[in-house]
């Protein structure tokens, strides 16, 4: 992504994952959507407004991949006791977990 928008291998992680702006997403003190716009603030000083939106859209696409074996081993675990997912995920967990068709696979999410 950084090299389709002219930025530096590594350029948008080193923002996205710096203290300063994941500390507080994580933490829940800021949305997922004030996360990736104050990456998309940063990044426009350096390559204008429109292509820092562009580019955090672009990044922010690829939400994964499900991993059978893990799921299946879920699914064994949850005939037995609840399944409960513990993240420092974003605001936007549900909406990936529903993207991914796993929101039916666990028993809660925090």
Not at 15 to 38: C, E, K, N
Not at 44 to 61: E, F, N, T, Y
Not at 76 to 91: G, K
């Amino acid at each position: 992504m950084d090299q389709t928008y002219g930025l530096t291998a590594g350029t948008i992680a080193r923002i996205a994952f710096s203290p300063t702006h994941l500390t507080p997403a994580i933490s829940g003190r800021v949305s997922d959507h004030q996360w990736r716009s104050g990456i998309a603030a940063e990044l426009a000083a350096m390559i204008g407004q429109r292509d820092a939106r562009d580019a955090v859209a672009a990044w922010s696409a690829d939400i994964g991949t499900v991993d059978r074996t893990v799921l299946n081993l879920i699914r064994q675990v949850r005939r037995r006791c609840p399944v409960i997912i513990l993240s420092n995920a974003t605001s936007r967990l549900r909406q990936d977990l529903s993207s991914l068709g796993l929101d039916d696979e666990v028993d809660v999410r925090r």
